[in-house]
């Protein structure tokens, strides 16, 4: 997808970096600059500090950094082109994107564009059943209750009871070649000839699995068959766009309506999920199946804290739900337990009494004490003294891994008044399970971020030269003259290290050939991630140029004052660029001075007036 240069600008100065990352976590202004916690990072102090002016973000802890388009691609953790496209819709933008020529530039939209093409193909393929086949599928679908409207809202449809229905029309469209399709998940190879393929779902209901910005990245496949040997449910392996446990079934439906009520119904499989969307509940998720992971809650903790969990009441439900609650409470979460009669599940309960009984089910939610205490109940296991110390000890385990120690405290008393046991007792059995957790109480990041490698390269060797920076400063902040003194003046060897010499390259070129450097727009023109943290960095630190180590005292008390990065400015950066290459130069030939006499008094000279020519323009600054 090509999407022109002027239509990135526009997009970007519709969309103000400030008030994009402000409505995911709370930004507080401190002088020109704006400060966050670090999404991208388990953060305790503000460290995360935005440009408006400059309209970039960095991260000094963890050094993440970017634009506007780079927050939402890592934030959303959706491909560039996703993140210009959301951005787009943020400011009522048209791309005029023609959808009708799929996106093939790289792996990741590929993928997408096979999964959507396969959910068109499995939807048609419902649409256009007929005879037997027709009516024992729909059947099926007027057996579960699945209407027409739910069927389009969700886009389920029907993979042929063939070996080769899918591979045969991605033979004949011609667009995608088969080892890519595989690598989505929706052929299998044969063992025997690397050359053949067939379809991993045949004879089943299809479910397309989206993630939260409505692209298909899988599917869910409910048997139908008796014959069919596979389990009830198949899903798609996992792929680059496909991680089952950073996946949410139903997000995409529901992340306004969860945002809206505030809080948000965690089942357990696709049915589950439609079962309440039918009736109107459409605050729902579903794991698909798989245990709920920390990236599961931290997923869900970007639209609302509150999580009433709803699985099955059979054994198995039971235990997902317990391991569930674990990671809900440690990732510092409200909790609540929906639970359903014995042998319901939110189909059944709701074809058999309604919407009006599953209200009472949702008022009557319990907190994690009173549902364990009931499965204890349940079981005739508050019976003994050691099933009771059991029971306190489960009840303990669950709150130690609660990163609020108030709310610790509030459910110790709870306990203790319902049971009649000594809080100081509770408290010091608590200490123990918190130590015991200490290393994972706290939430982690919604967001995980690459490790990237510090901008001052590995080592010693390659640290950056304090001038060199200032180079980089000048041309982000710097006026008309400076820039122009450094286009004429600079010489390119005084530039050593790479990242650095990569950058003043580019900004040159822009500079030539357009008058100007525009922070956004070389940012997007960076692939590598270490100049992009570089430039980043300088944009928004509390800088401190080179010019002070070479000041008078009375330079240094001055340091309040606004530094002007002018024609001054930039004649200091060159003068200290050329006094290092005097310096270095002077001391390589100090180790044999006998036959270098003469070049070494030549350079102490030089050395000398380039040091005045500093200290003189440093005054006058």
């Given at each position: 997808?090509?999407?022109?240069?002027?239509?990135?600008d526009?997009?970007?100065?519709a969309?103000?970096?400030?008030?994009?990352?402000?409505?995911?976590?709370?930004?507080?202004?401190?002088?020109?600059?704006?400060?966050?916690l670090?999404?991208?990072?388990?953060?305790?102090?503000?460290?995360?500090?935005?440009?408006?002016?400059?309209?970039?973000?960095?991260?000094?802890?963890?050094?993440?950094?970017?634009?506007?388009?780079?927050?939402?691609?890592?934030?959303?953790?959706?491909?560039?082109?996703?993140?210009?496209?959301?951005l787009?819709?943020?400011?009522?933008?048209?791309?005029r994107?023609?959808?009708?020529?799929?996106?093939?530039?790289?792996?990741?939209?590929?993928l997408?564009?096979?999964?959507?093409?396969?959910?068109?193909?499995?939807?048609?393929?419902?649409?256009?059943?007929?005879?037997?086949?027709?009516?024992?599928?729909?059947?099926?679908?007027?057996?579960?209750?699945?209407?027409?409207?739910?069927?389009?809202?969700?886009?389920?449809?029907?993979?042929?009871?063939?070996?080769?229905?899918?591979?045969?029309?991605?033979?004949?469209e011609?667009?995608?070649?088969?080892?890519?399709?595989?690598?989505?998940?929706?052929?299998?190879?044969?063992?025997?000839?690397?050359?053949?393929?067939?379809?991993?779902?045949?004879?089943?209901?299809?479910?397309?699995?989206?993630n939260?910005?409505?692209?298909?990245?899988?599917?869910?496949?409910?048997?139908?068959?008796?014959?069919?040997?596979?389990?009830?449910?198949?899903?798609?392996?996992?792929?680059?766009?496909?991680?089952?446990?950073?996946?949410?079934?139903?997000?995409?439906?529901?992340k306004?309506?969860?945002?809206?009520?505030?809080y948000?119904?965690?089942?357990?499989?696709?049915?589950?999920?439609?079962?309440?969307?039918?009736?109107g509940?459409e605050?729902?998720?579903?794991s698909?199946?798989?245990?709920?992971?920390?990236?599961?809650?931290?997923?869900?903790?970007?639209?609302?804290?509150?999580?009433?969990?709803?699985?099955?009441?059979?054994f198995?439900?039971?235990?997902?739900?317990?391991r569930?609650?674990?990671?809900?409470?440690?990732?510092?979460l409200?909790?609540?337990?929906?639970?359903?009669?014995?042998?319901e599940?939110?189909?059944?309960?709701?074809?058999?009494?309604?919407?009006?009984?599953?209200?009472?089910?949702?008022?009557?939610?319990?907190?994690?004490?009173?549902?364990?205490?009931?499965?204890?109940?349940?079981?005739?296991?508050?019976?003994?003294?050691?099933?009771?110390?059991?029971?306190?000890?489960?009840?303990?385990?669950?709150?130690?891994?609660?990163?609020?120690?108030?709310?610790?405290?509030?459910?110790?008393?709870?306990i203790?008044?319902?049971?009649?046991?000594?809080?100081?007792?509770?408290?010091?059995e608590?200490?123990k399970?918190?130590?015991?957790?200490?290393?994972?109480?706290?939430?982690?990041?919604?967001?995980?971020?690459?490790?990237?490698?510090?901008?001052?390269?590995?080592?010693s060797?390659?640290?950056?030269?304090?001038?060199?920076?200032?180079?980089?400063?000048?041309?982000?902040?710097?006026?008309?003259d400076?820039?122009?003194?450094?286009?004429?003046?600079?010489?390119i060897?005084?530039?050593?290290n790479?990242?650095?010499?990569?950058?003043?390259?580019?900004?040159?070129?822009?500079?030539?050939?357009?008058?100007?450097?525009?922070?956004?727009?070389?940012?997007?023109?960076?692939?590598?991630?270490?100049?992009?943290?570089?430039?980043?960095?300088?944009?928004?630190?509390?800088?401190?140029p080179?010019?002070?180590?070479?000041?008078?005292r009375?330079?240094?008390?001055?340091?309040?004052?606004?530094?002007?990065?002018?024609?001054?400015?930039?004649?200091?950066?060159?003068?200290?660029?050329?006094?290092?290459?005097?310096?270095?130069k002077?001391?390589?030939l100090?180790?044999?001075?006998?036959?270098?006499?003469?070049?070494?008094?030549n350079?102490?000279?030089?050395?000398?007036?380039?040091?005045?020519?500093?200290?003189?323009?440093?005054?006058?600054?």
């Amino acid at each position: 997808m090509k999407i022109p240069q002027e239509k990135f600008d526009e997009i970007a100065q519709a969309n103000d970096i400030v008030e994009v990352i402000s409505s995911y976590v709370q930004i507080k202004k401190r002088g020109k600059s704006f400060l966050a916690l670090c999404p991208f990072h388990p953060d305790k102090h503000p460290s995360l500090n935005v440009s408006q002016e400059k309209q970039v973000y960095h991260c000094f802890s963890c050094k993440a950094s970017g634009n506007v388009f780079s927050f939402i691609q890592n934030y959303e953790k959706i491909t560039f082109i996703d993140a210009v496209q959301k951005l787009a819709q943020r400011a009522n933008i048209d791309l005029r994107i023609n959808e009708k020529d799929p996106d093939l530039s790289n792996e990741i939209s590929k993928l997408y564009e096979i999964n959507k093409d396969a959910a068109r193909y499995f939807r048609k393929n419902l649409q256009n059943l007929s005879c037997n086949e027709k009516e024992f599928v729909y059947n099926y679908l007027e057996k579960r209750n699945l209407t027409s409207k739910v069927i389009e809202r969700f886009g389920i449809g029907y993979s042929s009871n063939s070996w080769d229905s899918l591979l045969s029309y991605f033979s004949e469209e011609d667009i995608f070649t088969l080892p890519d399709i595989e690598k989505a998940g929706l052929l299998i190879q044969k063992e025997s000839n690397s050359l053949n393929y067939y379809d991993r779902f045949r004879g089943r209901l299809m479910f397309p699995i989206f993630n939260e910005n409505d692209k298909v990245v899988g599917f869910g496949g409910r048997k139908l068959y008796e014959e069919d040997l596979g389990g009830k449910y198949i899903n798609s392996p996992e792929t680059r766009i496909y991680n089952k446990s950073k996946i949410l079934y139903g997000l995409n439906f529901a992340k306004e309506k969860i945002r809206y009520y505030d809080y948000v119904i965690l089942v357990e499989g696709y049915m589950d999920l439609i079962a309440l969307y039918k009736n109107g509940i459409e605050n729902v998720v579903a794991s698909s199946g798989t245990s709920l992971t920390e990236e599961h809650v931290n997923l869900i903790s970007r639209y609302t804290k509150n999580i009433y969990v709803l699985f099955d009441s059979d054994f198995a439900g039971i235990n997902a739900a317990k391991r569930g609650i674990e990671i809900i409470l440690e990732a510092g979460l409200e909790l609540s337990v929906i639970t359903l009669p014995d042998g319901e599940d939110p189909d059944t309960f709701l074809l058999k009494f309604g919407r009006e009984e599953f209200d009472k089910c949702l008022t009557r939610k319990k907190s994690v004490i009173s549902f364990i205490s009931g499965l204890y109940e349940k079981e005739n296991k508050l019976e003994s003294v050691d099933d009771k110390s059991q029971f306190i000890k489960e009840i303990i385990n669950y709150l130690g891994k609660i990163p609020d120690k108030i709310k610790r405290a509030f459910y110790i008393k709870e306990i203790s008044k319902i049971y009649s046991l000594y809080e100081s007792d509770l408290r010091d059995e608590l200490e123990k399970v918190v130590k015991e957790n200490k290393s994972r109480v706290f939430p982690k990041s919604s967001v995980v971020i690459p490790e990237k490698k510090i901008a001052n390269g590995s080592g010693s060797k390659n640290k950056i030269f304090q001038p060199e920076k200032d180079l980089i400063v000048l041309f982000i902040k710097g006026d008309e003259d400076a820039i122009s003194y450094v286009d004429s003046n600079l010489e390119i060897e005084f530039i050593r290290n790479k990242i650095v010499l990569q950058i003043i390259e580019h900004f040159l070129d822009e500079y030539i050939n357009c008058g100007k450097v525009e922070l956004l727009k070389v940012l997007n023109d960076f692939e590598n991630e270490e100049a992009k943290n570089l430039i980043t960095e300088i944009s928004v630190e509390k800088y401190e140029p080179s010019y002070f180590e070479n000041a008078s005292r009375d330079n240094w008390i001055n340091t309040t004052e606004v530094q002007k990065y002018n024609l001054l400015y930039a004649k200091i950066v060159i003068e200290n660029l050329r006094l290092r290459e005097s310096q270095d130069k002077r001391a390589a030939l100090a180790r044999d001075p006998g036959n270098n006499l003469n070049e070494v008094f030549n350079l102490d000279k030089e050395i000398f007036k380039l040091k005045q020519n500093i200290e003189t323009w440093n005054r006058q600054l």
